[in-house]
């Protein structure tokens, strides 16, 4: 995140300064797939890295793969995926100086549909940074707020548990075998009765009696037009369907 220049690494970091944050914001959500599918960022995370998880994540929003670092970063792009809200997210897409020698690139940049932008950064334990990260962000913070993007430090606590992910994840890749119709979404929804402890199984029959393909219940869920809480229990048994 933090990164310190010689002269030929500064002369190359001052090269890269000549797009403003408007601009890069602009290009980031204007770069298509590459060749393999993937939309990368300006910092590009190598799959493979010792010690960090990063995986290459399928994005409905983004129409390609989306390289992320770690479990929380994989976490936090499902919750974007569920909102509504979210338009388009992209990560590791901003090069941001916050001193004459360092610079960082943010997790997340997200576009709202009010046409709104955020920056977010995924951080294990926010009550954990130290002094220097913490001048670090309120700076990276003030800097994009003079340009009238709100920042926002993101916890674990405010994540999916790595359960909860594997579930999420499940529900989602399983999510879009179908271009659902309004009226499929909504007959759906309705069709299911508010009880407690459902299995998926159970959903997917009452989608059955009303005519409905079972596959209706990942995306129903996923995007939270019905509750199922039994599903974000310890018990794997629950996910068969």
Partial sequence: MDIKYGRYEMNN???SQ??????????????????????HGQRKIILGTVGKRPTLFPSKK??????????????????????????AYRTQALKIAISNAQFVYPDFLIKYQDGSIEVHEVKPRILSLNETDLERYNRLGQILKNSNIDFKLVDHLDLPTEHESIVLNFLYQN???????????????RSIPPLNGLLLMEVQNYLIVNGLPKELANYLIFYGHISLPSLFTNNMRNLRG
């Fill in 13 to 15: 970091y001052i090269k």
């Fill in 175 to 189: 999510a879009h075998t179908n271009d659902w119709s309004d009226d499929q979404i909504l007959s759906g929804a």
């Fill in 62 to 87: 983004n129409g390609g793969m989306i390289a992320l670092e770690s479990r929380l970063e994989f976490a936090y792009a499902l919750k974007l995926e569920q909102n509504h809200g979210v338009k």
């Fill in 18 to 39: 000549y797009l403003s944050i408007e601009d890069q914001i602009i290009k980031a959500f204007n770069t298509k797939p590459a060749m393999d599918g993937t939309i």
